[in-house]
């Protein structure tokens, strides 16, 4: 894919018209991440955005006794590490590839300098960053008022409408743990281990490794209840 066409592809950019995407397109750079590979560390320097063309990355905390708390998942077409390309201060989470992932890089002297002569990037990121404070708004309104069957119930929904894809029910191949999923949803991995096997005994889904397949979305967002 070319990298106009990745721009197009990508929330951030897509209202862009076509002598600003090209611009743009030649300040992009390459890098590809094997599995499992730590992209950027919490509290390092950040003066790059990366633009996912394909993988998945995870984004997390990491405590100072070395506890794990999962904030995103994300996926193609998708951007991260946007915050340190705004403010230039270091990176407030961390981010691994939870599989190969090839990336498209933009520094921040480069998006500074597009940012100027378009303005409506601006937009874009207000319109991005809005999104983004409403999803962790979300996230931290289920930490404090769901059970931990309604918090594995709605991550799972909220994955299957991001990454689901439609085959016997909503096919999620996340290459995503237990215990990466329990520290999304501020549980352990035993507890989310026996929702799961509650939800498959009652017919809502399907686990087999890491792909979960939701057979019956409506029974799991009646678990959501605050």
């Not at 990298?3 to 611009?23: C, T």
């Not at 993988?55 to 340190?84: A, C, P």
């Not at 100027?116 to 809005?130: D, K």
């Not at 929702?195 to 799991?220: A, S």
Request: with cysteine; glycine share 8%.
């Amino acid at each position: 894919m070319s990298k106009i066409a990745i721009l197009r592809n990508v929330e951030l950019f897509a209202s862009l018209p076509d002598h600003d995407l090209e611009a743009l397109a030649a300040s992009l750079g390459t890098r590809t991440f094997a599995k499992g590979m730590i992209i950027f560390h919490q509290d390092s320097p950040g003066r790059t955005l990366y633009i996912i063309e394909s993988g998945q990355v995870r984004i997390f905390l990491l405590s100072e006794s070395g506890q794990e708390t999962t904030l995103n998942i994300y996926g193609r077409g998708e951007v991260f590490g946007e915050f340190s390309l705004l403010d230039g201060l270091p990176r407030s989470a961390g981010a691994v590839a939870l599989e190969k992932t090839v990336t498209r890089t933009l520094d921040r002297a480069d998006f500074l300098r597009h940012l100027e002569s378009c303005p409506q990037m601006a937009i874009s990121i207000i319109e991005v960053l809005t999104t983004r404070l409403r999803f962790t708004t979300e996230q931290t309104k289920s930490l404090a008022f769901l059970d931990i069957y309604g918090r594995v119930a709605m991550r799972l929904l909220d994955l299957a409408s991001r990454y689901g894809t439609e085959k016997e029910g909503i096919e999620l191949n996340l290459h995503l743990t237990q215990a990466e999923l329990a520290s999304w949803v501020a549980a352990t991995r035993e507890s989310v281990n026996k929702v799961l096997g509650v939800f498959r005994e009652q017919r809502l889904i399907t686990v087999e490794g890491q792909t979960i397949t939701i057979l019956d979305p409506e029974g799991l967002k009646e678990r959501i209840t605050y």
